[in-house]
C-alpha cells in the first residue's frame, strides 16, 4: 500500500538479474596506397590491423632495467624498486599513524577509554611491521646495486675503458 501515492509498495522478492549485453571489440582496419616509385605504375597497399580495448586485463608495464643487458639495466631496475618501495614504507607508516589514531577513540565493551590506546597500538604494530619491511626492502635494493658494483667493479672497468676516459681540462688555471 503506496502512502500518499509516492512511495511504492516494498518488493517480497529480489529484482530479476538481467546480465549486460558484453561489447565486442572490432578491430580497426587502415588501409593505404601508396606509389613508393614513381617509375613503376604499381600501387602497394598495406593493412594495419590495430586492437583497442578489450583484452584480458590491463596491461602491465615492465619493470625499467629488468632485461640485465648492462650495468645500467641493473641500475635502473634497482632504483626503481627502492623507490616503489621507500613509498609503500611511508604509506604504510603514515596508514599506521592514522588507524592508531582512530582506534585510540573507541572505548571498551564496558564504556571505559581505560587502555584504549594499549589496544590501537597491539592492533596497529603488526602495520607497523609491514613498513619497517618496506623500508628493509628498499634499503636491500641500494645495497644489491653497491654488491653489484663491489664483485663486478674489475669487469665494469675493463668495460669503461673502451669508452673515451678523458679528464676535462680546468677552465681556469689561476698560476
Same mark, same amino acid.
Not at 13 to 19: G, K, W, Y
Not at 41 to 64: D, E, F, H, M, R
Not at 131 to 159: G, H, N, P, T, V
Given at each position: 500500500?503506496?502512502?500518499?501515492g509516492t512511495v511504492?509498495?516494498?518488493?517480497?522478492?529480489?529484482?530479476a538479474?538481467v546480465?549486460k549485453p558484453?561489447?565486442?571489440?572490432?578491430?580497426k582496419?587502415v588501409?593505404?596506397?601508396?606509389n613508393?616509385?614513381?617509375a613503376?605504375?604499381g600501387?602497394l597497399n598495406?593493412?594495419v590491423t590495430k586492437?583497442?580495448?578489450?583484452g584480458?586485463?590491463p596491461?602491465?608495464?615492465s619493470?625499467?632495467?629488468?632485461?640485465f643487458l648492462?650495468?645500467e639495466?641493473?641500475r635502473?631496475?634497482c632504483?626503481d624498486g627502492?623507490?616503489?618501495?621507500r613509498?609503500r614504507?611511508?604509506?604504510?607508516?603514515l596508514?599506521a599513524e592514522?588507524?592508531?589514531?582512530?582506534?585510540r577513540?573507541?572505548p571498551?565493551?564496558?564504556?571505559?577509554m581505560?587502555g584504549?590506546?594499549?589496544r590501537?597500538?597491539?592492533v596497529?604494530?603488526?602495520?607497523r611491521?609491514?613498513a619497517?619491511?618496506?623500508?628493509?626492502i628498499?634499503?636491500?635494493?641500494?645495497?644489491?646495486?653497491?654488491?653489484?658494483?663491489r664483485?663486478y667493479e674489475?669487469e665494469?672497468? %675493463?668495460?669503461? %675503458?673502451?669508452?673515451s676516459q678523458?679528464k676535462?681540462t680546468?677552465?681556469f688555471?689561476?698560476r
Amino acid at each position: 500500500m503506496a502512502i500518499n501515492g509516492t512511495v511504492p509498495d516494498r518488493p517480497v522478492s529480489p529484482p530479476a538479474f538481467v546480465p549486460k549485453p558484453t561489447k565486442a571489440v572490432q578491430p580497426k582496419s587502415v588501409n593505404k596506397t601508396r606509389n613508393l616509385n614513381p617509375a613503376l605504375n604499381g600501387t602497394l597497399n598495406i593493412n594495419v590491423t590495430k586492437v583497442s580495448g578489450g583484452g584480458a586485463g590491463p596491461q602491465q608495464k615492465s619493470v625499467p632495467g629488468s632485461d640485465f643487458l648492462s650495468n645500467e639495466d641493473i641500475r635502473a631496475f634497482c632504483e626503481d624498486g627502492r623507490k616503489k618501495a621507500r613509498k609503500r614504507a611511508v604509506e604504510r607508516a603514515l596508514d599506521a599513524e592514522m588507524l592508531e589514531g582512530r582506534l585510540r577513540n573507541i572505548p571498551d565493551t564496558s564504556g571505559s577509554m581505560g587502555g584504549a590506546r594499549a589496544r590501537a597500538r597491539r592492533v596497529t604494530r603488526h602495520l607497523r611491521r609491514v613498513a619497517q619491511a618496506e623500508k628493509l626492502i628498499a634499503k636491500s635494493y641500494s645495497a644489491l646495486y653497491s654488491a653489484f658494483e663491489r664483485e663486478y667493479e674489475s669487469e665494469l672497468m %675493463k668495460i669503461g %675503458k673502451g669508452r673515451s676516459q678523458q679528464k676535462p681540462t680546468p677552465r681556469f688555471n689561476w698560476r
